[in-house]
Antibody
């Protein structure tokens, strides 16, 4: 069974750093891209970026480029989303999702449960 | 960047109704259009990919159509569990989501 299990909720102060995780199981981790999606509470979905675990090739939404870093640890089958200096506006729910490869149309077919990040002084 | 615009933003309907949600892309995206359903407190769920292909396990009352810039999601006979928020997503050039359509019980 394919599963993406994300790390737990975080409460941070502005300026602090943070790295959240997404552990994959039930499939070959290195052969499916994994994306990250933000949802500000009560708002819509925003695609942040995507990474190919096979070679760590990462692509970013220009809006989030330079604000976050996406990485993987192949030995742990885990993807990460990292901030070096959080802002209050980073408050939101962050989802990881696997990109389907069968169709060629690249939807996200499996999602993590989401991780709530709260940034407040 | 490709922009995705959904309409309506919200919709009230009754169990058994047929409803349609529209998604328009700011440029042609062929059939690179996906639809997701999200319920409160839950992750999005893939319903339709490639504009009209039903994801495995999704009931057949859901259907999608369109190509180029204009797309629709149709639910043929609303069930109580269908009241949720629906998002379109283009996957032609990286990804962009529409702003969502909240489907509420009338």
């Amino acid at each position: 069974e394919v599963q993406l299990v994300q790390s737990g909720p975080e409460v941070k102060k502005p300026g602090e750093s943070l790295k959240i995780s997404c552990k994959a199981s039930g499939y070959s981790f290195t052969t499916f891209w994994i994306g990250w999606v933000r949802q500000v509470p009560g708002k819509g979905l925003e695609w942040m970026g995507i990474i190919y675990p096979g070679d760590s090739d990462a692509r970013y939404n220009p809006y989030f480029q330079g604000q976050v870093t996406i990485s993987v640890d192949r030995s742990l089958s885990t993807a990460y989303l990292q901030w070096n200096s959080l802002r209050a506006s980073d408050t939101g729910i962050y989802y990881c999702a696997r990109r389907q490869v069968l169709s060629g149309y690249d939807p996200f077919d499996y999602w993590g449960q989401g991780a709530l990040v709260t940034v407040s002084s | 960047d490709i922009q995705m615009t959904q309409s309506p933003s919200s919709l009230s309907a009754s169990v058994g109704d047929r409803i349609t949600i529209t998604c328009r892309a700011s440029q042609t995206i062929s059939a690179y259009l996906n639809w997701y359903q999200q319920k409160p407190g839950k992750a999005p769920k893939l319903l339709i990919y490639a504009a009209s292909s039903l994801q495995s396990g999704v009931p057949s009352r859901f259907s999608g159509s369109g190509s180029g810039t204009d797309f629709t999601l149709t639910i043929s006979s609303l069930q109580p569990e269908d009241f949720a928020t629906y998002y379109c997503q283009q996957s032609y050039s990286l990804y962009t989501f529409g702003q969502g359509t909240k489907l509420e019980i009338k």
